[in-house]
């Protein structure tokens, strides 16, 4: 985040610079089976070192992007996880992205397909349980990388220098959140998967609700369940934009390390983000540029800006 217009911050070399991961979501219509997958470019990245069991399904692509190759290992394991859940076949509803190879065909699921360019009106993931996630997890991303800095802000000389010597010897890419450095993937998993964990059965129930994709009766089940499950008026079906980012510029006002034009982030030299600073939580503007980042991910203009970028590396 650039204590700046929030504006000028789209497509530029700081928003390309960021490393992207994809995120691969699908819940059942009572929220009691929920699968998140991530997909990065790394086979095999430098911060997976030591680590035995990751949190979530990962997969690896050039680009980062769901080809019809991930999309086939994908599909595999969500029948394996779905039959470790229950033994009733399921239907899966799918939207046409082009990599969805409509000719695929498994033991566990019926597999039925949105119309083309209706995904964010019928797929129930877009009605919520996706800003959600994303949402939450930045949020967390925020107070962790506010805590390291304090903890760094508060070190004694001889911390200090023993943490530079630790971090001299560390590989590249092997530095992450805990260090003070912009999140790695394996932050970003253990993150995302901690956001999607808080996305609520009823919330879920909720956006499959919005999303009118099923057949009146099965419609019906859903809302009879949710409503003995939890009044209307208790649960919202994803945490407002607005309320989120008020939260965070409270995180961004108490954190110590923060003075009042904003911190830097340490990041590694050659990473391309160097000079990025964290808006103070007290800058009058603090509030707009926070909700213009939450929102980032969503936006079409970024999103076809990374692609662009992305497809111009190739």
């Given at each position: 985040?650039?204590?700046?217009?929030?504006?000028?911050?789209?497509?530029?070399?700081?928003?390309r610079?960021?490393?992207r991961v994809?995120?691969v979501?699908?819940?059942?219509?009572?929220?009691?089976?929920?699968?998140?997958?991530?997909?990065?470019?790394?086979?095999q990245?430098v911060?997976?070192?030591?680590?035995?069991n990751?949190?979530?399904?990962?997969?690896?692509?050039?680009?980062?992007?769901?080809v019809?190759?991930?999309?086939?290992?994908w599909?595999?394991?969500?029948?394996?996880?779905?039959?470790?859940?229950?033994?009733?076949?399921?239907?899966?509803?799918?939207?046409?992205?082009s990599?969805?190879d409509?000719?695929?065909?498994?033991?566990?699921?019926d597999?039925?397909?949105?119309?083309?360019?209706?995904?964010?009106r019928f797929?129930?993931?877009?009605q919520?349980?996706?800003?959600?996630?994303k949402?939450?997890y930045?949020?967390?991303m925020?107070?962790?990388?506010?805590?390291?800095?304090?903890h760094?802000?508060?070190?004694?000389?001889?911390?200090?220098?023993?943490r530079?010597?630790r971090?001299?010897?560390a590989?590249?890419?092997?530095?992450?959140?805990?260090?003070?450095?912009s999140?790695?993937?394996?932050?970003?998993?253990?993150?995302?998967?901690?956001?999607f964990?808080?996305?609520?059965?009823?919330?879920i129930?909720?956006?499959?609700l919005?999303?009118?994709?099923?057949?009146?009766?099965v419609h019906?089940k859903?809302?009879?369940?949710?409503?003995?499950?939890?009044?209307?008026?208790t649960e919202?079906?994803?945490?407002p934009v607005?309320?989120?980012?008020?939260?965070?510029?409270?995180?961004?006002?108490?954190?110590?390390?923060?003075?009042?034009i904003?911190?830097?982030?340490?990041?590694?030299?050659?990473?391309?983000?160097?000079?990025?600073r964290?808006?103070?939580?007290?800058h009058?503007?603090?509030?707009?540029v926070?909700?213009?980042?939450?929102?980032?991910?969503?936006?079409?203009?970024?999103?076809?800006?990374?692609?662009?970028?992305?497809?111009?590396?190739?």
């Amino acid at each position: 985040m650039l204590e700046c217009d929030a504006k000028e911050t789209r497509g530029t070399e700081l928003q390309r610079a960021q490393a992207r991961v994809t995120l691969v979501i699908c819940v059942n219509a009572t929220g009691t089976f929920k699968s998140i997958a991530v997909i990065g470019k790394a086979a095999q990245p430098v911060c997976f070192r030591g680590q035995t069991n990751l949190p979530v399904r990962y997969y690896s692509q050039k680009q980062g992007w769901k080809v019809s190759s991930v999309y086939a290992k994908w599909l595999a394991d969500l029948s394996e996880d779905w039959g470790a859940f229950t033994s009733r076949r399921g239907f899966l509803i799918m939207d046409n992205a082009s990599e969805h190879d409509a000719s695929a065909t498994d033991d566990r699921f019926d597999i039925d397909w949105l119309p083309p360019n209706k995904t964010a009106r019928f797929q129930p993931c877009d009605q919520g349980v996706i800003n959600a996630t994303k949402t939450t997890y930045r949020r967390g991303m925020m107070l962790d990388m506010l805590t390291a800095f304090d903890h760094q802000f508060e070190e004694s000389t001889a911390e200090r220098e023993a943490r530079k010597a630790r971090e001299a010897r560390a590989r590249a890419g092997s530095l992450g959140v805990a260090e003070g450095r912009s999140p790695h993937v394996l932050d970003a998993i253990r993150l995302v998967k901690a956001a999607f964990d808080t996305v609520t059965p009823a919330a879920i129930m909720r956006c499959w609700l919005r999303a009118s994709c099923t057949p009146p009766d099965v419609h019906a089940k859903i809302k009879a369940r949710l409503d003995a499950a939890v009044p209307a008026a208790t649960e919202p079906a994803a945490v407002p934009v607005d309320d989120a980012a008020g939260e965070i510029v409270g995180m961004l006002g108490r954190a110590r390390s923060l003075g009042p034009i904003g911190g830097g982030i340490e990041c590694p030299a050659g990473s391309g983000a160097g000079g990025e600073r964290l808006v103070s939580g007290t800058h009058p503007d603090a509030l707009s540029v926070i909700a213009h980042w939450l929102g980032e991910e969503s936006s079409p203009v970024s999103v076809f800006a990374v692609v662009d970028a992305e497809t111009q590396t190739e």
